[in-house]
């Protein structure tokens, strides 16, 4: 009977130890849903995040053709615009020396 008693006690702290692990299962268990619902959450905004960066990043580099083209394009209206004087310049003169031919 001492033996059946000390059975008991061992079994009812054996069955407190077990509710208690299971209870710390469930616990680690929630706690675990809630770190994978963190970190894809995280994850869904660093992917959000790292969309709009490439985007503006497109944006940019487009930016970034149309102002070269630009300079290109400014560059080119120099190199006319400086040709068109000497030109002028050159019309000028054979004028000048039209008129000279003219008065001799």
Known sequence: M???LGHRRR??????QLVE???ECARLSRTLD???????RIQAEATNRRE???RELGMTKNE???????IR???DYDEIKRE??????RMDISNLSGRITDDS
């Not at 079994?11 to 407190?16: I, S």
């Not at 809630?34 to 894809?40: C, G, I, P």
């Not at 068109?84 to 310049?89: G, R, T």
């Open 2 to 4: 001492v033996r059946r």
């Open 11 to 16: 079994t009812k702290r054996l069955e407190a």
């Open 21 to 23: 692990a299971e209870s």
């Open 34 to 40: 809630q770190v994978k619902a963190e970190r894809e």
């Open 52 to 54: 709009d960066v490439e």
């Open 64 to 70: 970034l053709e149309v102002a070269k083209s630009k």
């Open 73 to 75: 394009l400014y560059a």
């Open 84 to 89: 068109l004087e000497i030109m002028k310049v």
